[in-house]
């Protein structure tokens, strides 16, 4: 591979190439959906263009890093590459969401702001740490396709019955997959990590104000994670309920 292309930032580029997916599903595939409808449905388009190459991305980048990798181990180049790509996915959503949803989207912003903040810090800053954040990227990721295809679905529910059929067969196993990545997997990884930290095999390498910010992060990030898919589970578990009684009556 040609050094200056490996070396070449992608940032600029990657946030160009989301600008034009975002447009293209706001005004060409959604064109016809309703305001609100359309904006939500873009942004999931939007987040299921950066989920599966940033899992790709991210596993390139830890299976091509040649030293050994720790939660504390420098950056690679590659390692840099595939933050930077995320990092422009979370810009032009959180641009998404100050546009259309400045009040009603505050979580979503905040979360957006927090995630920056990690990938930025690391990548800039740091320099160390992006083996453990990519990790929890790819638990993050690895649940997008499903996740987007079922939201998308989810809009268009009370008006299209294959929208609803669609929801209705997506539901048990996304919900299911997503609360054993986000709910075990992710809880596990980050236990680990914070056992790293705090053991202080980072010290010296990773300032303590960076990694414990960033397990600060990581932790809301799946708290939050946990009481969403919560919450979805309960509606369906309800909705469930309310058919099997209207069944019988």
Not at 140 to 169: G, H, M
Request: with cysteine.
């Amino acid at each position: 591979m040609d050094a200056t292309l490996l070396y070449a930032p992608i940032l600029p580029t990657s946030f160009i190439m989301f600008l034009s997916m975002y447009l293209l599903a706001y005004f060409v595939i959604f064109r016809n959906w309703d305001p609100k409808s359309k904006a939500e449905a873009s942004s999931s388009f939007l987040s299921l263009t950066h989920g599966t190459p940033a899992v790709i991305f991210a596993i390139y980048a830890l299976l091509h890093t040649q030293t050994a990798q720790t939660f504390a181990s420098p950056n690679s180049t590659f390692h840099d590459r595939a933050l930077e790509f995320s990092m422009a996915y979370f810009l032009m959503d959180l641009l998404h969401c100050i546009v259309f949803f400045p009040t009603t989207g505050i979580l979503i912003i905040l979360h957006h702001l927090a995630t920056l903040y990690v990938f930025v810090t690391c990548r800039y800053m740091i320099h160390h740490g992006a083996y453990g954040i990519l990790v929890l990227l790819i638990l993050a990721e690895v649940t997008s396709p499903c996740q987007n295809v079922w939201i998308n679905a989810s809009l268009r529910k009370a008006d299209l019955p294959a929208a609803a059929r669609l929801y209705e067969f997506l539901s048990p196993p996304f919900l299911a997959f997503y609360s054993v990545v986000r709910g075990i997997l992710g809880p596990l990884f980050m236990f680990k990590m914070g056992l790293f930290h705090l053991s202080g095999k980072s010290n010296g390498l990773i300032h303590g104000w960076a990694w414990i910010s960033w397990m600060v992060v990581i932790a809301t990030a799946i708290l939050v994670s946990i009481l969403w898919v919560s919450n979805h589970w309960i509606d369906w578990l309800r909705e469930r309920s309310r058919l099997a009684q209207k069944k019988f009556t």
